[in-house]
T-cell receptor, first 116, second 112 residues
């Protein structure tokens, strides 16, 4: 099956610094990728839709200046958490759906971000 | 408001029994519904997709039903095994470009 690779799998950073998370589709092209955030014992909350070659679309309540998304190629999207604070600590997951109606989504392994 | 709700309580069952998980949604009219499995600290893994014109879908020990009148999907695991222990998520397409919205998830624990 299709593979989505996410890196790093975990990161600890100091408050006020920025962290970049990469999401790659390894064996298929993804014009669209999605970024989710998941707090402990909660479901995945969609943060934004990453569109190759154009601006990302953010969900209501998600600060686009804080969570910078870049989708520079058909196989790579990046999420940068800028000026991170402890409340940004969470599990971040990317996904890339197969490009057909109803196509299943393939998820990265997730990134555990801890801001200290 | 739009909601996708699953059994909020964890489900504990004995090995060999059938596990049944529920997904109810309001104010959506999805053409597709999907089920995913998520293990702790990992991303979800796709299990099954069912279309609005399909009543039932099977894959090995898994069975999914979809009732668009009741706005409900049931997910069954027959002959459950401890390895089936995980959180199971239902998901609907809620926008263009295959945008998925997930339910609250149900944690299943299969005991020996």
């Amino acid at each position: 099956g299709a593979v989505v690779s996410q890196h790093p799998s975990w990161v600890i950073c100091k408050s006020g610094t920025s962290v970049k998370i990469e999401c790659r589709s390894l064996d298929f092209q993804a014009t669209t990728m999605f970024w989710y955030r998941q707090f402990p014992k909660q479901s995945l909350m969609l943060m934004a839709t990453s569109n190759e070659g154009s601006k990302a679309t953010y969900e209501q309540g998600v600060e686009k200046d804080k969570f910078l998304i870049n989708h520079a190629s058909l196989t790579l999207s990046t999420l940068t958490v800028t000026s991170a604070h402890p409340e940004d600590s969470s599990f971040y997951i990317c996904s890339a759906p197969l490009d057909r109606a109803g196509g299943e989504a393939f998820f990265g392994q997730g990134t555990r971000l801890t801001v200290v | 408001s739009q909601k996708i709700e699953q059994n909020s309580e964890a489900l504990n069952i004995q090995e060999g029994k059938t596990a049944t998980l529920t997904c109810n949604y309001t104010n959506y009219s999805p053409a597709y519904l999907q089920w995913y499995r998520q293990d702790p600290g990992r991303g979800p893994v796709f299990l099954l997709l069912i279309r609005e014109n399909e009543k039932e879908k099977r894959k090995e020990r898994l069975k999914v039903t979809f009732d668009t009148t009741l706005k409900q999907s049931l997910f069954h695991i027959t002959a459950s095994q401890p390895a089936d222990s995980a959180t199971y998520l239902c998901a609907l397409f809620t926008g263009g470009g295959n945008k998925l919205t997930f339910g609250t998830g149900t944690q299943l624990k299969v005991e020996l």
